[in-house]
């Protein structure tokens, strides 16, 4: 069972380079979320999709775009980088309202 | 908004041992309640949630927690614990109604010392 499916698990930019990271679930979940881990942070929400076409901010969103046209696939765009963009990105996916989140195995960013 | 507060970032016991991980929760209106544990360099995965019904619910790898709505509070207990049990464990809530936003707390880092 694959699961939520992150892509890459490692990258390294240069600070104005954009890039895309990859979220795919195969659980036909509605919900899914992009949330970044900085330590003693815990995780913050970025983006999250309640739907296919349905977006809205989360609570740390400058800097990030988010869009989903299909039910599986749930990118994160980083328009240009900035080093405070340095972190781990989860994503995650739930079939409803107060289910289980299920995580992917995170994506470690360092912007230089 | 709701918040997440766990009042320890590091505890440190030892091999069975019993262990506490505190977390306080606020929020105006009724959540859900959940408990993720991170084990190095993987994601999190599902401890235990509070949904309804029993305010005592019984998780994985033997933790369970209590829902305490008068304290709102949401405390992760294990009576005894193991070396494997070495990570990060994170509270979270969730809004019963409105927008799908799981709220984390900072994180616990629970090392277990033989």
């Given amino acids: 069972n694959a699961g939520v499916t992150q892509t890459p698990k490692f990258q390294v930019l240069k600070t104005g380079q954009s890039m895309t990271l990859q979220c795919a679930q195969d659980m036909n979940h509605e919900y899914m979320s992009w949330y970044r881990q900085d330590p003693g942070m815990g995780l913050r929400l970025i983006h999250y999709s309640v739907g296919a076409g349905i977006t809205d901010q989360g609570e740390v969103p400058n800097g990030y775009n988010v869009s989903r046209s299909t039910t599986e696939d749930f990118p994160l765009r980083l328009l240009s980088a900035a080093p405070s963009q340095t972190s781990v990105y989860f994503c995650a996916s739930s079939y409803h309202q107060g289910t289980e989140a299920f995580f992917g195995q995170g994506t470690r960013l360092t912007v230089v | ?114």
């Fill in chain 2, 1 to 114: 908004a709701q918040s997440v507060t766990q009042l320890d970032s590091q505890v440190p016991v030892f091999e069975e041992a019993p262990v506490e991980l505190r977390c306080n929760y606020s929020s105006s209106v009724s959540v859900y309640l959940f408990w993720y544990v991170q084990y190095p360099n993987q994601g999190l995965q599902l401890l235990l949630k509070y949904l309804s019904g029993s305010t005592l619910v019984k998780g994985i790898n033997g933790f369970e927690a209590e829902f305490n709505k008068s304290q709102t509070s949401f405390h992760l207990r294990k009576p005894s614990v193991h070396i494997s049990d070495t990570a990060e464990y994170f509270c979270a809530c969730l809004k019963r109604e409105g927008a799908q936003k799981l709220v984390f707390g900072q994180g616990t880092r629970l090392t277990i010392n033989p």
